[in-house]
T-cell receptor
Protein backbone atom coordinates (compact mmCIF):
# COMPACT_ATOMS: atom_id res chain seq x y z
CA UNK A 1 0.00 0.00 0.00
CA UNK A 2 1.30 3.42 -0.98
CA UNK A 3 1.59 5.66 2.07
CA UNK A 4 1.35 9.02 0.28
CA UNK A 5 0.01 8.90 -3.24
CA UNK A 6 -0.34 11.80 -5.61
CA UNK A 7 -1.79 11.98 -9.09
CA UNK A 8 -1.00 12.56 -11.82
CA UNK A 9 2.70 11.73 -11.94
CA UNK A 10 3.20 13.85 -15.05
CA UNK A 11 1.21 16.86 -16.16
CA UNK A 12 1.86 18.80 -19.35
CA UNK A 13 -0.40 21.77 -19.98
CA UNK A 14 -0.53 25.08 -21.75
CA UNK A 15 -0.09 28.50 -20.21
CA UNK A 16 -3.28 29.95 -18.84
CA UNK A 17 -4.90 26.61 -18.05
CA UNK A 18 -6.21 25.58 -14.63
CA UNK A 19 -5.08 22.25 -13.21
CA UNK A 20 -5.28 20.19 -10.03
CA UNK A 21 -2.99 17.70 -8.37
CA UNK A 22 -4.47 15.24 -5.92
CA UNK A 23 -2.85 13.81 -2.81
CA UNK A 24 -3.98 11.13 -0.39
CA UNK A 25 -2.27 9.60 2.63
CA UNK A 26 -3.20 6.44 4.51
CA UNK A 27 -0.80 6.88 7.43
CA UNK A 28 -3.24 8.51 9.82
CA UNK A 29 -1.08 11.64 9.88
CA UNK A 30 -2.74 14.85 10.97
CA UNK A 31 -0.73 17.30 8.85
CA UNK A 32 -0.23 17.41 5.10
CA UNK A 33 2.03 19.62 3.00
CA UNK A 34 2.74 20.73 -0.52
CA UNK A 35 6.32 21.38 -1.59
CA UNK A 36 7.68 22.72 -4.85
CA UNK A 37 11.04 21.43 -6.06
CA UNK A 38 12.70 23.51 -8.74
CA UNK A 39 15.29 22.48 -11.29
CA UNK A 40 18.06 23.02 -8.73
CA UNK A 41 16.38 20.52 -6.39
CA UNK A 42 15.55 23.19 -3.82
CA UNK A 43 12.51 22.19 -1.72
CA UNK A 44 10.19 25.10 -1.01
CA UNK A 45 7.21 24.64 1.27
CA UNK A 46 3.99 26.00 -0.14
CA UNK A 47 1.23 24.97 2.23
CA UNK A 48 0.39 22.71 5.11
CA UNK A 49 -2.93 21.69 6.59
CA UNK A 50 -3.51 20.44 10.11
CA UNK A 51 -7.00 19.18 10.91
CA UNK A 52 -8.45 21.14 7.98
CA UNK A 53 -6.81 24.37 9.04
CA UNK A 54 -4.14 26.09 7.02
CA UNK A 55 -1.21 26.53 9.35
CA UNK A 56 1.54 27.56 6.94
CA UNK A 57 1.06 29.70 3.91
CA UNK A 58 4.36 30.82 2.43
CA UNK A 59 4.51 33.66 -0.06
CA UNK A 60 3.17 31.79 -3.05
CA UNK A 61 0.97 33.34 -5.72
CA UNK A 62 -2.73 33.25 -4.92
CA UNK A 63 -3.17 31.29 -8.15
CA UNK A 64 -2.23 28.32 -6.00
CA UNK A 65 -4.85 27.11 -3.57
CA UNK A 66 -4.87 24.02 -1.37
CA UNK A 67 -8.12 22.21 -0.73
CA UNK A 68 -8.52 19.58 1.97
CA UNK A 69 -11.84 17.70 1.95
CA UNK A 70 -10.71 15.59 4.89
CA UNK A 71 -7.66 14.76 6.98
CA UNK A 72 -6.40 12.19 4.46
CA UNK A 73 -6.50 14.42 1.39
CA UNK A 74 -4.85 17.67 0.37
CA UNK A 75 -5.31 18.70 -3.24
CA UNK A 76 -3.50 21.54 -4.99
CA UNK A 77 -5.32 23.74 -7.46
CA UNK A 78 -3.43 26.02 -9.78
CA UNK A 79 -5.15 28.69 -11.85
CA UNK A 80 -3.82 30.54 -14.88
CA UNK A 81 -0.66 28.46 -15.15
CA UNK A 82 2.56 30.24 -16.05
CA UNK A 83 5.83 28.97 -17.50
CA UNK A 84 7.53 29.54 -14.15
CA UNK A 85 5.20 27.10 -12.47
CA UNK A 86 7.01 24.24 -14.18
CA UNK A 87 8.53 22.13 -11.40
CA UNK A 88 8.05 18.95 -9.45
CA UNK A 89 5.39 19.22 -6.76
CA UNK A 90 5.55 16.94 -3.76
CA UNK A 91 2.84 16.15 -1.31
CA UNK A 92 3.93 15.06 2.18
CA UNK A 93 2.36 14.18 5.49
CA UNK A 94 3.44 13.95 9.12
CA UNK A 95 2.26 13.95 12.67
CA UNK A 96 2.06 17.56 13.81
CA UNK A 97 4.13 16.74 16.84
CA UNK A 98 6.46 13.89 17.68
CA UNK A 99 5.05 10.73 19.13
CA UNK A 100 5.18 10.33 22.88
CA UNK A 101 8.68 8.93 23.07
CA UNK A 102 10.03 11.76 20.90
CA UNK A 103 11.52 9.10 18.68
CA UNK A 104 12.35 9.40 15.03
CA UNK A 105 9.66 11.10 13.04
CA UNK A 106 9.47 13.02 9.84
CA UNK A 107 7.66 13.80 6.70
CA UNK A 108 6.56 11.04 4.35
CA UNK A 109 6.70 12.31 0.80
CA UNK A 110 4.77 11.20 -2.25
CA UNK A 111 6.61 10.38 -5.45
CA UNK A 112 5.97 13.79 -6.98
CA UNK A 113 4.10 15.35 -9.90
CA UNK A 114 6.22 16.77 -12.66
CA UNK A 115 4.34 19.78 -14.03
CA UNK A 116 5.44 21.20 -17.36
CA UNK A 117 3.81 24.35 -18.62
CA UNK A 118 4.27 25.02 -22.34
CA UNK B 1 16.22 33.56 4.31
CA UNK B 2 17.78 30.13 4.27
CA UNK B 3 17.34 28.65 7.75
CA UNK B 4 19.65 25.71 7.07
CA UNK B 5 22.77 26.06 4.95
CA UNK B 6 24.07 22.92 3.25
CA UNK B 7 27.34 22.17 1.46
CA UNK B 8 28.68 21.05 -0.89
CA UNK B 9 26.14 21.40 -3.68
CA UNK B 10 27.60 18.34 -5.41
CA UNK B 11 30.00 15.62 -4.40
CA UNK B 12 31.79 12.89 -6.32
CA UNK B 13 33.29 10.01 -4.34
CA UNK B 14 34.99 6.79 -5.32
CA UNK B 15 33.37 3.52 -4.33
CA UNK B 16 34.49 2.58 -0.84
CA UNK B 17 35.27 6.17 0.11
CA UNK B 18 33.68 8.40 2.73
CA UNK B 19 31.06 10.94 1.71
CA UNK B 20 30.65 13.95 3.98
CA UNK B 21 27.86 16.52 3.73
CA UNK B 22 27.72 19.49 6.06
CA UNK B 23 24.89 21.66 7.36
CA UNK B 24 24.73 24.71 9.58
CA UNK B 25 21.88 26.52 11.28
CA UNK B 26 21.31 29.65 13.35
CA UNK B 27 18.03 29.08 15.17
CA UNK B 28 18.88 27.69 18.61
CA UNK B 29 15.27 26.59 19.03
CA UNK B 30 15.83 23.79 16.55
CA UNK B 31 15.84 20.48 18.37
CA UNK B 32 15.50 17.87 15.66
CA UNK B 33 17.76 17.32 12.67
CA UNK B 34 16.77 14.72 10.06
CA UNK B 35 18.47 13.79 6.83
CA UNK B 36 16.56 12.86 3.72
CA UNK B 37 17.68 10.86 0.68
CA UNK B 38 16.10 11.40 -2.72
CA UNK B 39 16.59 9.17 -5.76
CA UNK B 40 15.72 10.44 -9.26
CA UNK B 41 11.99 10.37 -9.90
CA UNK B 42 11.18 9.71 -6.24
CA UNK B 43 10.23 11.78 -3.26
CA UNK B 44 12.69 12.43 -0.42
CA UNK B 45 12.76 9.67 2.18
CA UNK B 46 13.81 9.94 5.81
CA UNK B 47 17.27 8.42 6.24
CA UNK B 48 18.44 9.17 9.76
CA UNK B 49 17.83 11.82 12.39
CA UNK B 50 19.43 13.20 15.55
CA UNK B 51 18.51 15.33 18.52
CA UNK B 52 20.97 17.79 20.11
CA UNK B 53 21.34 15.80 23.31
CA UNK B 54 23.76 13.44 21.55
CA UNK B 55 26.83 14.23 19.46
CA UNK B 56 26.64 11.26 17.13
CA UNK B 57 24.15 8.77 15.78
CA UNK B 58 25.02 5.81 13.63
CA UNK B 59 22.79 3.57 11.55
CA UNK B 60 24.68 1.11 9.41
CA UNK B 61 27.01 3.02 7.10
CA UNK B 62 25.30 6.35 7.84
CA UNK B 63 26.43 8.56 10.73
CA UNK B 64 25.28 11.98 11.84
CA UNK B 65 27.80 14.09 13.74
CA UNK B 66 26.34 16.98 15.70
CA UNK B 67 28.18 19.99 17.14
CA UNK B 68 25.73 21.99 19.23
CA UNK B 69 28.12 24.81 20.11
CA UNK B 70 29.03 25.36 16.47
CA UNK B 71 25.43 24.83 15.33
CA UNK B 72 26.59 22.40 12.72
CA UNK B 73 25.79 18.84 11.82
CA UNK B 74 27.02 16.52 9.14
CA UNK B 75 26.20 13.25 7.42
CA UNK B 76 28.96 10.72 6.89
CA UNK B 77 28.47 7.82 4.53
CA UNK B 78 31.10 5.19 5.11
CA UNK B 79 32.14 2.71 2.40
CA UNK B 80 30.12 4.67 -0.16
CA UNK B 81 28.46 2.56 -2.83
CA UNK B 82 27.12 3.44 -6.30
CA UNK B 83 23.63 2.75 -4.92
CA UNK B 84 24.12 5.68 -2.54
CA UNK B 85 24.14 8.07 -5.50
CA UNK B 86 21.25 10.40 -4.77
CA UNK B 87 20.42 13.89 -3.55
CA UNK B 88 20.70 14.37 0.21
CA UNK B 89 18.87 17.02 2.19
CA UNK B 90 19.48 18.03 5.76
CA UNK B 91 16.65 19.61 7.70
CA UNK B 92 15.94 21.16 11.06
CA UNK B 93 12.88 21.83 13.13
CA UNK B 94 11.73 22.80 16.57
CA UNK B 95 9.25 20.46 18.22
CA UNK B 96 5.89 20.45 16.52
CA UNK B 97 6.88 22.90 13.84
CA UNK B 98 7.73 22.70 10.18
CA UNK B 99 10.95 21.32 8.80
CA UNK B 100 13.39 23.69 7.17
CA UNK B 101 15.34 21.93 4.44
CA UNK B 102 18.85 22.58 3.19
CA UNK B 103 19.46 23.18 -0.49
CA UNK B 104 20.50 19.60 -1.20
CA UNK B 105 23.71 17.80 -2.15
CA UNK B 106 23.94 15.68 -5.26
CA UNK B 107 26.16 12.69 -4.46
CA UNK B 108 27.68 10.57 -7.19
CA UNK B 109 29.61 7.45 -6.21
CA UNK B 110 31.89 6.26 -8.98
CA UNK B 111 32.38 2.48 -9.29
Amino acid sequence: DTAVSQTPKYLVTQMGNDKSIKCEQNLGHDTMYWYKQDSKKFLKIMFSYNNKELIINETVPNRFSPKSPDKAHLNLHINSLELGDSAVYFCASSHHAPTGDRGTYGYTFGSGTRLTVV
Amino acid sequence: QQQVKQSPQSLIVQKGGISIINCAYENTAFDYFPWYQQFPGKGPALLIAIRPDVSEKKEGRFTISFNKSAKQFSLHIMDSQPGDSATYFCAASSTGNQFYFGTGTSLTVIP
